[in-house]
């Protein structure tokens, strides 16, 4: 509160010097200032002191300027404030655009000076007072009106008894006569948590160190609940100056603080699944850091979960029952923590929690797996079952982390590790990992140069037709020749290219060069291998993909009838319509089109029969479990039986064991490739396969002796 006539400014900005600064300068301009270093803090002190002008930066950690102007308007007491968003650096419009609809009514750009600044305060502050001095005579009524709505108290401090006024009673639920006269039917009801703070508050006004008392703390309802309440009182003196009597008065505060309360919870729990946001985990984390630092025997730890294929759920399934998914996910990682522990929604599908006092390492990692198996039950999401895992990093406080950012990056690497060792499993973070984690990001600045360098390699790995046993063509698979790290196989870069959007490049140069190949075979020998060739859906969804291809046709000469295009069933989900176009203009260009690792994604298998498919590829997960007569047998025999229903060919991936030929061969599948045949062999050892075979009957690798390659 303000004496009269002063003008009040709450000054919030995370930098110190910044801070101190303005500070000095607004208070040698005569107003009366407030300081806070962040925007939560900013909120808390705007609560308490009401100032007429908020001037803050806006980029503060936890709650930053822009969210503060939102908690500031969206707050009744505060309608009159006026806030100012100052910027430490040239920033872009949208974000001064952004600040003004959060409600600032001013906008101040780095580098200002300290006049314009003082102009614009004056300015804000005087509209600001004139504002508070109309509010001020519509309140006097309004104050007048409500007074009858405030219980009063009055003590008779020599006797001990205490006169309740009738509202006072009724605010807490109780009639005129069943509340007594002693000082104990008003400290019986104050929570336990505020009632020291009242007995200290009455005692420095009695003593002579207040002006007045004023307080808010909680009182409990005849229902049981408690709710806020502002007790205001006075003493009385008598002639003496010793204290006589001392009245005041109890306001219900209740739905202010309930607001309060609401806007605080709303700027740190993230709104669709209510779990803590980032700002708040960071905080707890930062807290559980510094606790580590002051006690030796006190360790926790991050685990950072990610969930494996989140975006196909939301692309395939649509973004309601993705959200479905996010809030179902919140609820089982909460049963699977302790209270005291910390889960929070830190992005689209990543989580991460807080384990506190953790006695043993062990214990991280039995909630580690509890959580996988948690999560590893079906989800029953508006109709639709769907699996989902995890992938999960864990970073333990024993390797003392400076800041809770580093814990929070270790925890990720960790993560990411675990989601490239193929997912739905856990990682603990080692130091070895923080430089593969370097060396990750390496990879991106080094393949920018590898396509000039012509560092990308094909390989051929033969497609057999499971019936004759003879390769009927090739798949074309890239990799890197990495001039210090030797091989780099595609689960390593491609999913960065992908990211950086050099795919494109990538695929182009791949389908160009195993074309090239491929009619080169062709004009030697007799045999006409057809080669496949894999693109990512960001190549597929090329706007000139139909024309290039036709290009690369033309000019390598490849019959269009033994180029094949594998894609996955994330590309069929992006866009029906305009895919099915493709498709069939590549159909209409002669060229095959298969649908590689069939059953890994959420493809609607109503929409299969639209699309002008040749082929579906069975993914090697289901060919790697099969086992003579078992479960995994039958999920091959549906998708064989789905692909011929659907005048398609069937491709098993990954057959490695002589038993799975024998079943696959049984369930009529045509095509098979994997490892019992040949792994992937450079350009020269496929030429020799190709001569190997004149009567081009093809044997398994391990009498034809191409195992090594
Ligand atoms: P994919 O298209 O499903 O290719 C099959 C993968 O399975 C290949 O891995 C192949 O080496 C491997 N494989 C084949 N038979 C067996 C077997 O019997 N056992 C085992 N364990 N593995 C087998 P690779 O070459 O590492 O490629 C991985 C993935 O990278 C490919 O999966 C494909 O999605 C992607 N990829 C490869 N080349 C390209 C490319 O030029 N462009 C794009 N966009 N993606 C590519
Ligand atoms: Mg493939
Ligand atoms: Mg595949």
Redesign the pocket.
Known sequence: MTNEGEITILVADDNPDRLELMCVLLRKAGYQVFAASDGREAFEVACRERPLLVISDVMMPHVDGIQLCRMLRAHPELSITRTLLVSAMRVDDSSAVEGLEAGADDYLEAPYDPMRLIAKVARLAERARFEAALRESEERYALAAQGANDGLWDWNLRTGEVYFSARWKAMLGWAEDEVGASVEEWFGRVHPEDVEALRESIHAHVAGHSAHLELEHRMRHRDGTYRWMLSRGIVVRDAEGRAARMAGSQSDINERKRIEEQLLHDAFHDALTGLPNRALFTDRLGQAVERSRRHEDYHFAVIFLDLDRFKTVNDSLGHTVGDHLLIEVSRRLESCTRGEDTAARIGGDEFTILLEDVKDPADVLRTAERIQVCLARPFDLCGHEVFTSASLGIALSASHYERPEDILRAANTAMHKAKALGKGRHQVFDAAMHSDAVSFLRIETDMQRAAEREEFR??Y?PIISLETGRAIGF?????WQHPERGLI???EF?SVAEETGM?SR??RW?LREACRQTARWHGCWSQRPSIS????AK?FLQPDLVEYVRQVLEETRLSPGCLKL?I?ESVLMSDISSVNSLITRLRALGVGLYL??FGTGYSSLSYLHRFPLTAL?I??SFI?RIALGGEHVEIARAIVTLAHSLSLEAIS????EEEQLVELRSLGCEYG????FA??LDSAQAEALIKGSPGASFVPRREAGLGAA
């Not at 798949?475 to 990799?479: G, N, Q």
């Not at 060739?533 to 990512?536: H, P, R």
């Not at 991936?653 to 490695?656: A, R, T």
């Open positions: 094909v390989q790995q798949e074309a698979l890239v990799r196989y595609p689960k491609i795919i990538i695929d791949v060739v894999n693109l990512s190549s594998e996955t590689d690792d590829k993914d090697r790697s991936e990954g057959i490695e490739q994997g490892h019992l792994k992937p």
